[in-house]
């Protein structure tokens, strides 16, 4: 997890939303994830978690965030995978508010396990955000 963000989300606030949503996923998954705190990113060979402002990817289309998995095509194993979460993006560290950081962590790491898209509107796979999907 790199916290490293321009809108002034604190370092110690994005580190613990992280955690949280790392845990929600293993209280409910056979998958047992943790966290780490790594400088920069794009490091090879290992699965982050960073903030993003890349043009290519988040080009004013309403995405605020994006997994990036790699996995074998034969038979769908899963080999690692990236999470960007959009930087231009403005959230927040309140639970209550729709725009909390910890509902796009936590769909997007439901993205990093193989999970697509939920239609069950404030579950953690919904398509869009809504409160709520970090539990």
Do not use: C
């Not at 989300?9 to 293993?26: D, F, K, M, P, R």
């Amino acid at each position: 997890m790199n916290s490293q963000n321009t809108q002034s989300l604190a370092e110690e606030s994005v580190q613990s939303i992280a955690g949280a949503s790392i845990e929600a996923w293993n209280g409910h998954s056979k998958i047992i994830l943790r966290k780490n705190s790594t400088e920069g990113k794009n490091q090879e060979d290992l699965n982050e978690l960073y903030f993003s402002k890349d043009p290519d990817i988040f080009n004013g289309t309403g995405v605020i965030g994006i997994t990036q998995v790699s996995f074998k095509d034969n038979d769908g194993k899963i080999l690692g995978g990236d999470v960007l979460i959009n930087d231009n993006y403005s959230f927040s560290t309140r639970e209550t508010d729709q725009s909390y950081l910890g509902n796009v962590i936590t769909h997007e790491i439901g993205h990093f396990l193989g999970l697509g898209h939920g239609q069950v509107l404030g579950s953690a796979m919904f398509y869009a955000i809504t409160r709520g999907q970090y539990i």
